[in-house]
């Protein structure tokens, strides 16, 4: 072979296989939490501590009674032991982003491997205690970098929603926006108490803080998240399914995120009742071409409520049907909604809710009962008897009536 193509070879092997398989597919590194009906979210600052901004995210942490993970630079620690003391008096918890904060790929591996016991010591020395979690800087992992947390013993962690709050465009309000909008029960979020990102989270956390509350979750430092979950294989089809098929029909349909707690999981798409007749709860007759609403689960939250077990699903179904409900009184899309109806496998979690079913026709039924299994299956749901897909139904009164 030509010296470039050892080249090309070698880059692959350093930088390329690191990237796919801890970076991008998660295996081996910690990416989320459970997602269980207490809303637990692992809430984590990188970069600091820095005495411009670290005391103001420690007093809004504070002032909310939420306490958190911080990945610190060890150099940074060395400087500011008094916010160190701080940080860990109020119960946070301290872990290790590097000693300086460089990409990974930019150093020679004995440099990025001696980065990580240089912040470990660094951080034992001001704290007086070992950290037991990783996460290098930008979140690019090298084999000289694993290999250093390996030695320690440290545990190598990703993030599942960033904040965003480093970036150019993204002000406080669009922080709030996003995290508020996208945050799962499970997930971990990265923010930044240092630099631009630290300046922009200053402003925007205590009313992110304050929103996360009302909506029901709970954020917690690392070590005290439940069900901690490194990526595993298992996990890859349905990511590339997420961001290949489901992208492209959200795509084409529109559906609307109603989004108002942690435990939502149903979506909706505006549109007319495809039939047959049903029977509303009063009697009256719901016609074909009825104003109605078609509910989409948000498959990812379902996965995790049931993995957090059936009756965690049931709560998250539960809570769902009354920002349903206040979605039917306010949002415009639905003024007109007379019927929510879906296609759905999970009748006997619908039913006690206030659901009403009808069988669907053969052909279809067996469609897409083979498509929904496949899906269910896919997104590491418990197997399912035998059940079939029926057309599950609630009228816009019963709703209101009994979650309104
Ligand atoms: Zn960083």
Do not use: C
């Amino acid at each position: 072979m030509n010296p470039l193509a050892w080249l090309a070879l070698g880059s692959a092997a350093y930088w390329g296989v690191p990237y796919t398989v801890w970076q991008w597919w998660g295996l081996g590194v910690v990416q989320r939490g459970l997602g269980s009906a207490r809303g637990e979210l692992g809430l984590t600052f990188d970069d600091g501590p820095d005495p411009q901004t670290t005391p103001q995210i420690l007093d809004a942490l504070k002032e909310a009674g939420v306490r958190a993970t911080f990945f610190t630079l060890g150099k940074r620690v060395e400087e500011n032991p008094q916010l160190v003391a701080r940080l860990l008096s109020e119960g946070h918890e301290l872990a290790l982003h590097g000693y300086r904060h460089r990409h990974g790929w930019l150093r020679l591996p004995s440099e990025a491997y001696g980065d990580v016991l240089a912040g470990a010591k660094a951080l034992e020395k001001v704290s007086g205690r070992k950290p037991l979690f990783f996460r290098p800087p930008h979140g690019a992992y090298t084999w000289a970098q694993m290999a250093a947390a390996g030695k320690l013993g440290l545990k190598p962690v990703h993030w599942t929603l960033e904040a965003h709050d480093w970036h150019p465009r993204y002000g406080p309000p669009d922080v709030l926006k996003r995290v508020a909008e996208l945050a799962t029960p499970g997930d971990i979020i990265v923010m930044h108490d240092a630099g631009p990102g630290g300046r922009t989270s200053v402003k925007a956390l205590p009313q992110l803080l304050a929103e996360l509350d009302s909506r029901g979750f709970n954020p917690k430092p690392l070590a005290e998240l439940r069900g901690l979950r490194e990526g595993a294989w298992r996990d890859l089809p349905k990511r590339a399914w997420v961001a290949t098929v489901d992208r492209f029909f959200d795509g084409v349909y529109h559906v609307e995120e109603l989004n108002y707690s942690a435990h939502s999981v149903f979506r909706v798409a505006p549109g007319k009742f495809p039939g047959p007749a049903v029977k509303a709860a009063d009697g009256r007759t719901i016609e074909p071409g009825a104003p109605a609403a078609e509910l989409h689960l948000h498959s990812e939250r379902m996965a995790r409520a049931g993995e957090a077990g059936s009756l965690t699903a049931f709560r998250f179904f539960k809570r769902s049907m009354s920002d349903l409900a206040r979605a039917a009184q306010e949002k415009p899309y639905l003024a007109q909604a007379q019927v929510f109806w879906g296609v759905s496998l999970f009748q006997e979690v619908l039913e006690p809710v206030g659901f009403q079913m009808v069988e669907l026709p053969p052909a279809r039924r067996k469609f897409l009962g083979a498509y929904m299994h496949f899906l269910h299956k896919m997104y590491g749901g418990t197997p399912l008897k035998r059940v079939w897909p029926k057309l599950v139904y609630i009228d816009r009164g019963a709703l209101l009536e009994r979650y309104g």
